[in-house]
């Protein structure tokens, strides 16, 4: 059903928006240990020629900067999930389950009108069967006086249920349709609002790490890098200390 889409479509957007905060948080958690790394400040200590132009603590400080950044925007990203999406999906929901409400509502007017039909029907059989037997007793006349106030008020009853009944059933038939044609109208600016988020998002993703890499001395080649890394690999394995016995 709809109603089941829409809480389903809130879980998952949920389950979204903690991925992104596991991320953003994570980050930071990596870059405080390595902040306090004994190995990283045992390094800038040793470290005094280099040919890069900055050490390892101004590199992770920079990096620092883009994941504060990053963490600022996941939020941002968040707060904008929550508003257009989660929270206006709970609120349709809400709406869709008034409206099962009212179906059910109607439903049970239908019922309680058939029930008091059945039982009027009933007591109008029980009267065509004693119909057939004639009597003049002041005390046939007596009940006959009582079954006709009883199915009087049966019918008034009925006329009442009738009108209730009814009435629930105009009100679902004509705002029905309604809704059907405001529910895409409704989902649709949510949905245009989310996918902007999300492109604004990545682009300033793209940005901070595109800023960040700017200030580092490398080359923007992940083969030239993956060799450089290789190479000072083999470097450390040619050590005797390194090597296997």
Known sequence: SLEENAKSLTR???????????????????????SGSSFINHYDQQQTSTTLSTNISQLINNW????????????????????????????????LANV??????????????????????????????????????????????????????IQRQLNDAKQQYE????????????????????????LEAFIEAQAHYCDQLEIAYRNLIGQMDVISDSTTTLDEINAKLTTIKSLSIVASE
């Open 12 to 34: 998952d957007l949920i389950k979204q928006d903690k991925s992104f905060d596991d991320f953003s948080r994570g980050q930071l958690k990596l870059l405080h240990d390595l």
């Open 100 to 153: 099962t409400n009212a179906i059910k509502k109607r439903e049970q007017s239908l019922n309680d009108y058939i029930k008091i039909q059945n039982k009027l029907d009933k007591i109008n059989e029980k009267l065509g069967t004693s119909s057939s037997t004639t009597t003049t007793s002041l005390g046939s006349t007596t009940t006959n006086l009582a079954t006709n106030n009883k199915l009087e008020q």
């Open 64 to 95: 620092k900067i883009t994941a504060q950044h990053i963490s600022e925007q996941t939020s941002l990203l968040n707060e904008i999930t929550t508003k257009t999406i989660i929270d206006s999906s709970k609120r349709l929901t809400l709406a």
């Open 167 to 190: 009435l629930k059933n105009q009100i679902l038939n004509n705002e029905l349709p309604i809704l059907h044609e405001q529910r895409a109208a409704f989902v649709y600016p949510c």
